[in-house]
């Protein structure tokens, strides 16, 4: 039987006293700061304390700026004693989602992915959720609380970045949230994250991007040798995109011990997860959705084939290894 928000509100209440301290575990993104977030205003004055840690280190400048602005202080989930605290709470995820969940006994676990094995404590799992933080909001208006706009800017991120804007899976729950949120929000705040996108450091693979670019039949091609991070990949996969003629981007670079391939299309008819695993599959891992995938190919297996500092020739396998498989409908393909 499903139950309505006031009587999941209750139940996550029960959950605590008020000689509680709280710790909020996430893997720090968007939808898992704002839904952090969330949980501490509700718990505010009815804890002694909330805390919020992530696994991770947030390293997207837009996020850097999103926690900078809006989240306080973010603890390191390493340099946590678990004997500090009385209640643990995760959320956007589960715990067999990560290793580093290991030492934290959740009390409660508040999330939207899709429910692996039966967990214990208090349980608030729905898949059909675009985002975390739209649960979330929904908690806050079951409590009536009014969201202050830092809080709501957060949740509304949060949506906004789970949902890809709306273009991906959302639906009617996270349209009333965002809805509800966009009266509450700051759009300067939004504005200011959203605009440090790019890392001034990133500019240098943009300039290689420029120049070495192959553009065919609407697809670009683009490697960009040894990267800080693969961030930079998609960044460029999703900016070329934007060209108008262009229906698909790839984008490859060496991270580590490992070649990643970033695939992007326009989204008509095309399948970029298929594609990643047709072409690349047998070198590593590669799969994802029909508009954007990844592959990340171990550099040893690649190296059998080709020397990976030729950054032509690496190109150019690309290249092959991509129309070996072909991508299908494509605009100047298409048949009258
Ligand atoms: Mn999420």
Not at 45 to 57: G, L, P, W, Y
Not at 226 to 241: K, N, R, Y
Request: net charge positive.
């Amino acid at each position: 039987m499903s139950i309505n928000a006031p009587e999941r509100l209750r139940r996550f209440y029960s959950m605590f006293r008020g000689d509680d301290r709280v710790l909020v575990v996430i893997n720090a993104d968007p939808d898992a700061i704002g839904a952090a977030l969330c949980v501490k205003r509700l718990l505010w004055r009815k804890v002694a304390s909330v805390d919020i840690c992530s696994i991770n280190t947030v390293k997207r400048p837009d996020n850097v700026a999103m926690v900078n602005k809006l989240c306080g202080c973010l603890l390191k989930s390493a340099e946590i004693h678990t004997g500090d605290y009385s209640r643990f709470v995760l959320v956007d995820s589960q715990p067999g989602h990560n290793e580093a969940y290991k030492k934290y006994p959740f009390d409660v676990i508040i999330d939207h992915h899709p429910i692996a094995v039966v967990y214990n404590g208090y349980v608030d799992i729905r898949p059909e959720y675009g985002a975390t933080s739209t649960m979330l909001t929904e908690y806050l208006r079951a409590a009536k609380i009014r969201p202050s706009q830092k809080l709501a800017t957060a949740l509304f991120l949060g949506i906004k970045t789970d949902t890809h804007d709306f273009q991906r899976k959302a639906y009617n729950e996270d349209i009333k949230a965002f809805h509800f949120l966009s009266r509450h929000i700051s759009l300067s705040l939004i504005q200011q994250i959203e605009y440090s996108e790019i890392h001034p450091g990133f500019l240098k693979y943009f300039q290689q991007a420029f120049n070495s670019r192959v553009i065919r039949r609407g697809k670009v091609f683009i490697h960009l040798g040894h990267v800080g991070t693969p961030d930079v990949c998609v960044l460029v996969a999703d900016f070329f995109l934007k060209v108008q003629g262009v229906n698909w981007t790839f984008v490859s670079g060496i991270f580590g011990k490992k070649l990643v391939v970033i695939i992007r299309n326009s989204g008509l008819r095309f399948n970029a997860g298929k594609l990643a695993e047709q072409a690349f599959s047998q070198f590593g891992s590669a799969g994802g959705h029909k508009t954007m995938a990844r592959a990340e190919l171990s550099l040893s297996s690649v190296e059998c084939v080709i020397n990976s500092e030729n950054d032509r020739k690496v190109l150019k396998w690309i290249m092959e290894r991509v129309d070996g498989v072909g991508t299908g409908f494509s605009k100047n393909e298409r048949k009258p």
